[in-house]
């Protein structure tokens, strides 16, 4: 008994870790500079930037988890996220254009001040999925 909801478990986290990655592909995308080599070659503003979009992304998803009625509401809810996120970098770039060149220079104030404000943004979402 103690392992009846396994399944569901399994489910949700897989559903959970899906979103993520199709959340982590469509960021390094829409951005116009490569995080993950900017990481590997030690670019801490990247760092900071996409760190942050990440778990600026997975709270709400983890709220999306816990509140959602179903696996549908759940994932629509985590795509609803993904576009929060994504909007949030769009409005940072928006009101900072040399964010485009400060985070591949490594400006860490730059790319510090994107991630806070993408997971600033992912606690507001998260704390509105509560309803």
């Known amino acids: 008994a103690s392992f009846g909801g396994f399944d569901d478990f399994l489910l949700y986290l897989g559903v959970s870790?899906?979103?993520?990655?199709?959340?982590?592909?469509?960021?390094v995308r829409v951005t116009p500079y490569r995080e993950i080599t900017l990481i590997r070659e030690g670019n801490m503003a990247a760092a900071y930037s996409l760190s942050?979009?990440?778990?600026?992304?997975?709270?709400?998803?983890?709220?999306?988890?816990?509140?959602?009625?179903?696996?549908?509401?759940?994932?629509?809810?985590?795509?609803?996220?993904l576009t929060v996120q994504v909007a949030a970098y769009v409005?940072?770039?928006l009101m900072m254009p040399s964010i485009t060149r400060g985070i591949p220079e490594?400006?860490?104030?730059?790319?510090?001040?994107?991630?806070?404000v993408?997971?600033?943004v992912g606690i507001l979402n998260s704390a509105c999925m509560s309803y």
């Open 106 to 116: 490594g400006n860490a104030a730059q790319g510090f001040f994107l991630g806070a």
């Open 52 to 81: 942050g979009s990440l778990l600026g992304f997975i709270v709400p998803l983890a709220s999306s988890v816990q509140y959602s009625v179903g696996i549908i509401d759940m994932a629509i809810w985590g795509a609803i996220a």
């Open 17 to 27: 870790l899906a979103l993520l990655a199709l959340f982590a592909a469509l960021y």
């Open 91 to 93: 409005v940072v770039k």
């Open 118 to 120: 993408s997971l600033g």
